[in-house]
Nanobody, 123 residues
Framework: VQLVESGGGLVQNGGSLRLSCVAS????????MAWYHQAPGKGRELFAS???????YYKHFVEGRFTISRDNAKNTAYLQMNSLKPEDTGVYYC??????????????????WGQGTQVTVSS
C-alpha cells in the first residue's frame, strides 16, 4: 500500500486549496479513509473521514469549509479546503483505515500513511 498526498502550498487567509491522496496497492473505493492535520509542534489530528459508501464526517472546526470527495476511477481522494484560516496551517495526511459506526480507526500498517503535504495560510 502506498498513499501520496499533494496539492499543498501557500495561500492567503480566506483562500482555497484542493489536496489529493493517490492510493496504490489498495482499492480506495472499498475502504474508509480520513484526513489528518498536524499543526506545527503538535500531534496529528483527525478532522474528516469518509466511509466506502461515501458517508462523510467532519469535525466542527472544518464543517462547511472542507469537503472530501473521491474519484474511484483514479483511486484518488480529494480534500477541497475553502475559507482557509491561519490555524489551518500544517501538514496534511491521508490514511486508509476503517469505520466502526461513526468512529474512524486509523490503520498504522505499512503504507497506510502518506508523506504529507504542507499547507501554509498567511494572515
Amino acid at each position: 500500500v502506498q498513499l501520496v498526498e499533494s496539492g499543498g502550498g501557500l495561500v492567503q487567509n480566506g483562500g482555497s486549496l484542493r489536496l489529493s491522496c493517490v492510493a496504490s496497492g489498495i482499492i480506495l473505493a472499498a475502504n474508509s479513509m480520513a484526513w489528518y492535520h498536524q499543526a506545527p509542534g503538535k500531534g496529528r489530528e483527525l478532522f474528516a473521514s469518509s466511509t466506502s459508501d461515501g458517508t462523510t464526517y467532519y469535525k466542527h472546526f472544518v464543517e462547511g469549509r472542507f469537503t472530501i470527495s473521491r474519484d474511484n476511477a483514479k483511486n484518488t481522494a480529494y480534500l477541497q479546503m475553502n475559507s482557509l484560516k491561519p490555524e489551518d496551517t500544517g501538514v496534511y495526511y491521508c490514511n486508509v483505515g476503517r469505520h466502526i459506526g461513526t468512529y474512524y480507526y486509523a490503520s498504522n500498517a505499512a503504507g497506510s500513511w502518506g508523506q504529507g503535504t504542507q499547507v501554509t495560510v498567511s494572515s
